[in-house]
């Protein structure tokens, strides 16, 4: 039977049918998915036991940065705080969202400004901070037609609700600034709830597993 | 009368409400579709274990990301393709060229069961394994879109959405691992 299916597969015009057998074949459950199947329970305990610990303690595989400090414990550690000149505000994204009408963007690289607060022992601004140093990091998105945005990511385990932007400018300039310790954050805003968008003013993250657009920055180092 | 299955959407919903129980259901929902992806993409009953738990974890973790929720499980499979090909990549690495079907026990459980059932029986385990053997030998990408269009059935767009890959990429991809198939087939039954 094996000697017809390969004739098959020699005869050009066949070719599909026998592949199609073949493709038949790896669809019929194997030795591999009896293995599998046996292991149902233990597979479906692990991943709820998994789920249940903090992110960073999973399987050692999961990257998720830190979870954020939720209590504080960076504003009562006993370090002067030094506050480096603001960088100014320089022209916002221009982007225009019209949100449910079909998008309309104008991308316009103009950095996004990042007020960082360096925590140092005293020291002044041009001594290279701790290596634990905390930034406050303020995130724009300009969408004059939003009704609701927020910020999702690593930093927050992307959930939606826990970092809404709030509304700064008639003109629809959104803003939230965040503590975060130094290190690599994906991140994407959600606008009214379900539009997910890019940081137009930062890098955009690559090879995305989960489809969706987001962006990349980085905190720490000598500059943010 | 059992109470029908709830939806996707309302059991993501749950989920993400904080009913951290609720997520069970959609791993029991989706174990057995993405586990035979995975033990075929990667070869081994352990390997597809490990890669299945890392998807439904990393999943959890990022529910809030899924833009169609009615559509979960589309999305959990783009998740483990992309896994299984990092573990892929990493196999290709330690040359491995033989297929485990799984664990010993299960690999000669087969084996005496298809004895057990006759000739014919025996003739279609060895056909599966000279099968799986060609299959382990392509290359990542390939070995993904052979699996994708041809076990998976997926069109050449939702294999697009699932691994990032252009349609023509991946059209090329599947012609060189049915080409590679063939002539892998063929020799395996010409010697």
């Known amino acids: ?224 | 009368m059992t109470a029908p299955e709830p939806a996707d959407a309302s059991v993501v919903a749950r989920v993400l409400a904080g009913d951290q129980e609720a997520y069970a259901v959609l791993v029991r929902r989706y174990r057995p579709r993405l586990g035979r992806y995975a033990t075929r993409m990667l070869g081994s009953a352990e390997d597809a274990e490990e890669a299945l738990q890392d998807t439904f974890v990393r999943a959890y973790r990022s529910l809030a990301r899924c833009a169609e929720p009615e559509r979960v499980g589309a999305w959990m499979f783009t998740i483990l393709v992309n896994r299984c090909r990092t573990s892929g990549a990493r196999a290709t690495r330690r040359a491995r060229t033989f297929v485990t079907l799984g664990r010993d026990d299960a690999a000669s459980a087969a084996v005496q069961e298809a004895s057990a059932r006759g000739p014919a029986a025996d003739e279609q385990l060895a056909w599966r394994e000279e099968i799986d053997r060609a299959l382990a030998t392509l290359d990542t990408a390939q070995r993904e879109a052979f699996l994708l269009k041809y076990v998976e059935e997926l069109s050449y767009e939702e294999m697009a959405e699932s691994t990032g890959v252009g349609i023509s990429a991946l059209k090329m991809r599947v012609k060189r691992a049915c080409d590679r198939l063939r002539e892998l087939l063929q020799e395996a039954y010409s010697g």
């Open chain 1, 1 to 224: 039977m094996a000697r017809d299916r390969m004739d098959d597969v020699s005869d050009g015009t066949a070719d599909d049918a026998a592949l199609r057998r073949v493709a038949a074949a790896l669809r019929e459950p194997s030795a591999a998915d009896r293995a599998l199947e046996a292991r149902a329970a233990a597979i479906e305990a692990n991943v709820m036991r998994a789920i249940a610990r903090p992110a960073d303690e999973t399987l050692g595989r999961t990257e998720v940065a830190r979870p954020l400090p939720t209590h504080r414990p960076w504003l009562l550690r006993p370090r002067t705080v030094s506050v480096r000149p603001l960088t100014a505000l320089a022209t916002a994204a221009a982007v225009l969202l019209a949100v449910g009408v079909g998008a309309s963007v104008l991308r316009d690289r103009a950095p996004v400004a990042q007020t960082t607060i360096a925590a140092a022992e005293g020291a002044p601004s041009a001594v290279a901070p701790a290596a634990d140093t905390v930034r406050i990091v303020q995130f724009v998105l300009l969408a004059p037609g939003a009704r609701e945005v927020a910020l999702v990511g690593d930093f927050n385990h992307w959930q939606g609700g826990s970092t809404p932007l709030h509304r700064a400018s008639a003109a629809g300039l959104w803003t939230v600034e965040l503590p975060l310790p130094a290190g690599r954050y994906t991140y994407t805003f959600v606008v009214d709830g379900s539009h997910f968008t890019p940081d137009p003013a930062a890098p955009r993250a690559l090879a995305d597993d989960f489809g969706t657009p987001s962006s990349v920055i980085t905190v720490g180092g000598g500059h943010t």
